[in-house]
């Protein structure tokens, strides 16, 4: 499996793709990929160093002719989001991704495949291992935990690089240049509960929603897939009085739409007929909702061993409520950029056992204050159902520059490559761009990227041919630096 993609061209790129799949990599769990990345660097010789937060930075010298170039940071980030499908047997913590070629597109059996933002990583360790590419002097920046709150980025010092022009290899649409990204900040709703005892009038049941697309809570949200906690949220609200919940188990990354979720449930034995037909009546109207956009959606109620207890009804009903009101989604486009999402809520997570209720959501936008206001109306509806709400990894936008050297350089670039021209736009994704900006105000910064669809779950994938492009413009790119001012 892994062999066949080590022999797709371009071999530099997939073979350093192949060796990085090879190492466990979640967020915050990256001691292996750092002590990878470091072995690498002085493999070859070059100056090699971790920061205090993690960070791993390799600079190369500028190659013959080229020392006058201005200098150039190369950054992608080290982890990766750990997505599997249910029925899929992996172990994210000691097995390497496995992958195959389907087509164009290199995919992954099960699981996340990676290319966010492997390919970028990958990408920078062939610049760096090449004796043949021209290229300005160079720092390879390895970031860490860019998927779970960018502190990677956050923690790095200014003053450390010493480039003055960005290349972030993490945008996953090869014709397009990136310009800006929207900022976030993680919603934690978190509350407690008595568990109340059930008589043995109950019978139990289990709710299961499963088969959703999910994919990246920011790139795909504008999609309008389901949500696997707001659509089980639905059928909760719409089995009414007669439920009792004792367990939800739903989605798991803040930056991932949610794709499976599972409920817990009893329900009164003379309840059982009007209740499932409750049920039945909004499944019905779900899946006809999401015909088109989601045909793998499921959604089956089963029986199943009585819980002992439950959530308190008064409880029980706030919640679903303040769920049912939680926006999810699309919140503002934006008048300024045509077809660009400006502000959105994910409701990433929900889980509600053991007397403890917890609610994680990620809001992101590219307007601060928009960004704050939808997290105001968020509060406020979670405070009043009764739940202590925190804010937390708070991170900026990256304010677009249009007037951009580097972009200038590399607008011209594509269209003398490719005979098109290339969309230059600011996207709904976190980049790192934003934050690296703070304390180095003034780097010119880019970002670009081979095309890859359904990132952040098990349906990710990387274009072949588009790697090939895209290598080609990394290439043509580096040799075209400006001079040092």
Same mark, same amino acid.
Request: aromatic residues 6%.
């Given at each position: 499996?892994?062999? @066949?993609?080590?022999?797709?061209?371009?071999?530099?790129?997939?073979? !350093?793709?192949?060796?990085?799949? *090879?190492?466990?990599? =979640?967020?915050?769990?990256?001691?292996?990929?750092?002590?990878?990345?470091?072995?690498?660097?002085?493999?070859?010789?070059?100056? @090699?160093?971790?920061?205090?937060?993690?960070?791993?930075?390799?600079?190369?010298?500028?190659?013959?002719?080229?020392?006058?170039?201005?200098?150039?940071?190369?950054?992608? $980030?080290? %982890?990766?989001? $750990?997505?599997?499908?249910?029925?899929?047997?992996?172990?994210?913590?000691?097995?390497?991704?496995?992958?195959?070629?389907?087509?164009?597109?290199?995919?992954?059996?099960? @699981? @996340?495949?990676?290319?966010?933002?492997?390919?970028?990583?990958?990408?920078?360790?062939?610049?760096?291992?090449?004796?043949?590419?021209? !290229?300005?002097?160079?720092?390879?920046?390895?970031?860490?935990?860019?998927?779970?709150?960018?502190?990677?980025?956050?923690?790095?010092?200014?003053?450390?690089?010493?480039?003055?022009?960005?290349?972030?290899?993490?945008?996953?649409?090869?014709?397009?240049?990136?310009?800006?990204?929207?900022?976030?900040?993680?919603?934690?709703?978190?509350?407690?509960?008595?568990?109340?005892?059930?008589?043995?009038?109950?019978?139990?049941?289990?709710?299961?929603?499963?088969?959703?697309?999910?994919?990246?809570?920011?790139?795909?949200?504008?999609?309008?897939?389901?949500? *696997?906690? #707001?659509?089980?949220?639905?059928?909760?609200?719409?089995?009414?009085?007669?439920?009792?919940?004792?367990?939800?188990?739903?989605?798991?990354?803040?930056?991932?739409?949610?794709?499976?979720?599972?409920?817990?449930? *009893?329900?009164? *034995?003379?309840?059982?007929?009007?209740?499932? =037909?409750?049920?039945?009546?909004?499944?019905?109207?779900?899946?006809?909702?999401?015909?088109?956009?989601?045909?793998?959606?499921?959604?089956?109620?089963?029986?199943?061993?009585?819980?002992?207890?439950?959530?308190?009804? /008064?409880?029980?009903? =706030?919640?679903?409520?303040?769920?049912?009101?939680? $926006?999810?989604?699309?919140?503002?486009?934006? +008048?300024?950029? =045509?077809?660009?999402?400006?502000?959105?809520?994910?409701? /990433?997570?929900?889980?509600?056992?053991?007397?403890?209720?917890?609610?994680?959501?990620?809001?992101?936008?590219?307007?601060?204050?928009?960004?704050?206001?939808?997290?105001?109306?968020?509060?406020?509806?979670?405070?009043?159902?009764?739940?202590?709400?925190?804010?937390?990894?708070?991170?900026?936008?990256?304010?677009?520059?249009?007037?951009?050297?580097?972009?200038?350089?590399?607008?011209?670039?594509?269209?003398?490559?490719?005979?098109?021209? +290339?969309?230059?736009?600011?996207? !709904?994704?976190?980049?790192?761009?934003?934050?690296?900006?703070?304390?180095?105000?003034?780097?010119?910064?880019?970002?670009?990227?081979?095309?890859?669809?359904?990132?952040?779950?098990? %349906?990710?994938?990387?274009?072949?041919?588009?790697?090939?492009?895209?290598?080609?413009?990394?290439?043509?790119?580096? #040799?075209?630096?400006?001079?040092?001012?």
């Amino acid at each position: 499996m892994n062999d @066949t993609v080590r022999q797709l061209e371009p071999q530099v790129i997939w073979k !350093h793709f192949a060796d990085l799949n *090879a190492v466990p990599r =979640a967020s915050k769990k990256e001691e292996e990929v750092i002590a990878f990345m470091k072995s690498f660097g002085e493999g070859l010789g070059l100056e @090699t160093f971790e920061d205090a937060v993690g960070n791993v930075i390799i600079r190369k010298p500028a190659t013959p002719g080229m020392e006058n170039r201005t200098p150039v940071v190369m950054q992608s $980030h080290l %982890d990766m989001v $750990h997505q599997k499908n249910n029925d899929t047997d992996f172990d994210f913590a000691t097995q390497g991704i496995e992958m195959y070629v389907d087509g164009d597109w290199v995919r992954a059996r099960g @699981t @996340t495949l990676g290319a966010d933002n492997g390919l970028g990583v990958a990408t920078i360790m062939a610049v760096l291992a090449s004796d043949s590419i021209a !290229h300005p002097a160079i720092e390879g920046l390895f970031t860490i935990d860019e998927e779970t709150g960018m502190t990677g980025a956050m923690g790095l010092k200014g003053g450390l690089l010493q480039g003055k022009i960005l290349l972030n290899l993490d945008t996953e649409e090869d014709d397009e240049i990136g310009v800006g990204c929207a900022g976030g900040v993680d919603i934690t709703a978190s509350g407690s509960y008595r568990p109340m005892p059930l008589s043995d009038l109950y019978a139990g049941f289990t709710i299961h929603v499963k088969g959703l697309q999910g994919g990246h809570s920011g790139m795909d949200i504008h999609k309008g897939l389901g949500n *696997a906690n #707001k659509l089980m949220n639905r059928l909760l609200y719409a089995m009414g009085d007669y439920v009792r919940i004792a367990k939800i188990d739903g989605g798991s990354l803040r930056n991932a739409i949610p794709r499976e979720s599972t409920a817990q449930i *009893a329900i009164a *034995a003379d309840a059982k007929a009007e209740v499932m =037909a409750r049920f039945e009546a909004e499944k019905q109207a779900i899946l006809t909702e999401f015909k088109s956009l989601e045909p793998s959606l499921t959604l089956e109620v089963k029986e199943a061993k009585a819980p002992a207890d439950a959530i308190d009804p /008064a409880t029980q009903k =706030a919640l679903i409520n303040a769920l049912y009101a939680a $926006h999810n989604g699309v919140y503002r486009m934006s +008048p300024a950029i =045509a077809d660009l999402v400006e502000t959105s809520n994910n409701i /990433a997570r929900v889980l509600v056992a053991d007397g403890k209720i917890h609610i994680g959501c990620l809001t992101r936008s590219s307007v601060e204050s928009s960004k704050a206001d939808l997290s105001n109306a968020l509060r406020a509806n979670f405070e009043n159902a009764g739940l202590e709400v925190g804010l937390s990894g708070d991170y900026p936008g990256w304010a677009p520059n249009m007037d951009s050297p580097i972009l200038k350089v590399m607008e011209s670039l594509y269209t003398e490559l490719f005979d098109a021209q +290339p969309h230059v736009a600011a996207c !709904h994704a976190g980049l790192e761009c934003g934050i690296l900006g703070q304390n180095y105000p003034g780097m010119d910064m880019i970002s670009f990227g081979p095309t890859i669809k359904g990132a952040h779950s098990p %349906d990710e994938r990387a274009s072949i041919s588009s790697v090939q492009k895209y290598w080609s413009y990394v290439l043509e790119t580096l #040799k075209r630096i400006p001079e040092n001012a």
